[in-house]
Structures are given as C-alpha cells and as structure tokens.
C-alpha cells in the first residue's frame, strides 16, 4: 500500500491509501489533516494504517501535536487507530456528535470525548470546522460532517464513494461513480430524509469536497450534492412496494 498527501484547500490535507484488495478495483482510504494552531485529523484509517498515517502526519506538523480527532461514524476505516493517536498526541481530544459520544465513544475512547452539538464551532485558531449531525446519511444513527468555514471544504465522509484509484482532486463527474459504487455496496441508508439531508449540505456553498473514498472534488459541489439527492431520491422511490 502507497499513502499520498495532496492539499486540497489551504492547509488542509488529503492523506490517501490505496488498498488493491477492495472492490473490484480496489479503493481508496483518506484522511484529512487541517493544520491550524489546534490541527485537526478527520478520519484515522484503521489501526494497520497508523504508521503510514502517522508518518505522512509527521511531514506536515509534529504528530504529538494533533489537538482533534475527528471521524464521520464509528467504523474501522474512519477511527480503528483512534487510541493510538490518543496515545501518540498527549493533548487531544476525540470529537463527535452527542449520539456517538453517548453509543459508543464514551466507552471506546481511551480519554473522554468531547460531544459537539449540532452547528456547534471548533475553532482551531487559524481554521473553524462546523459540526452538522447528519444521522443514518450516509448510514449509521451517529453519522455527522464536519464543514471548515474559511476554505469552505466539506468534509463529507462516504458521500460520494466511488472505487478504483482516481486523481487526487476532480472537478469531472464524481455522481456516476458513486451511483455505480452504491450499486456494488449498497452501502447508504435510504430513508424519507436521506435526500433532504444531502441537499442542506448544499446550502453551505461548499467550495471543495473532501472523500473518504475517492477523488476529492473542486467543480460545482452545491449541483453535485443536489444531484446525489436525486439519486437517492430515486433509489428510494424504487425500493418502495407498487401501490
């Protein structure tokens, strides 16, 4: 396994892994780093990824320093190494939403987290991330973005995975990749407000598009994330029994 860094936004940083293994044309696993007076790491990757992770960290700002961890939902690729970076950066803090602080984090987490509230602010001094509690989209009750104000990135999570080992950063079509990726995994909750809630995140105006898996994307985020409504609102409607 190869791990990148691209910056993707000023001083926030794409941390790519590509793993052969997954899919049929293997994926990508990323994190972001956003270096601020307080940094803050959006995903950690699995525990078997900490010392790649880790060390493309380190080229960027000393590794001890980390001040947040940060993750969309509870799941392997997103906070397997949680407890090593707690363990590595003496003064951070895991942070997340009141939901998966109060399921699970409370008890994984080797320090207490910090619960956010929905729209609450970090300010990292230099950069200010946006807390948006964002349940079962794309799956999981605790489910949550985080948007950086001054770059205006969305840090989206598995919104808009698609598979195969693609440029660092697009402005081409990432909704057909994702719709065909949705297709392989059914990996998203379809529920009455899965749409809704994708099209809100459209109204912050977002700038760039930073994937968990993927490209991340610079072109038209607010008609890609309205797009992607219209995806789910159809795949839901054909889920629905004939009336």
């Known amino acids: 396994m190869d791990t990148t860094t691209h910056e993707i936004a ?4 794409r ?3 590509f793993v ?8 990508t696993f990323n994190q972001f780093l956003i270096r601020a007076d307080e940094p803050l790491l959006f995903h950690t990757g699995p525990r078997a990824m900490f010392p790649a992770v880790r060390a493309a960290v380190a080229k ?3 590794a001890e320093s980390v001040r947040w961890i940060t993750f969309g939902h509870v799941e392997s690729d997103e906070c397997g190494s949680m407890n090593e970076w707690l363990e590595v950066a003496p003064q951070a803090v895991v942070a997340h939403g009141e939901v998966g602080c109060m399921v699970s984090l409370n008890d994984l987490a080797d320090r207490p987290p910090r619960a956010l509230q ?3 602010v970090l300010d990292l001094g230099g950069k200010r991330v946006r807390h948006l509690d964002t349940p079962h989209v794309p799956h999981c009750w605790e489910a949550r ?3 950086e104000e001054t770059t205006r990135t969305l840090l989206c999570g598995d919104l808009f995975t698609h598979v195969g080992m693609p440029s660092p950063v697009t402005s081409g079509d990432i909704v057909g990749p994702a719709r065909e990726a949705e297709a392989m995994f059914n990996a998203s909750c379809l529920t009455p407000t899965t ?4 099209r809100s995140l459209a109204s912050l105006e977002p700038a760039v598009l930073g994937l968990m898996h993927g490209s991340s994307f610079n072109g038209d985020c607010e008609k890609a994330l309205q797009d992607l409504a219209n995806v789910y609102d159809d795949l839901l409607a054909a889920a629905a029994p004939a009336s």
């Open 10 to 13: 000023d001083d926030v940083f």
């Open 15 to 17: 941390i790519s892994t």
């Open 20 to 27: 052969p293994e997954v899919g049929p044309t293997g994926m």
């Open 60 to 62: 960027l700002l000393p």
């Open 118 to 120: 929905h729209d609450e």
């Open 145 to 147: 973005l985080l948007f």
């Open 195 to 198: 749409g809704r809630t994708i």
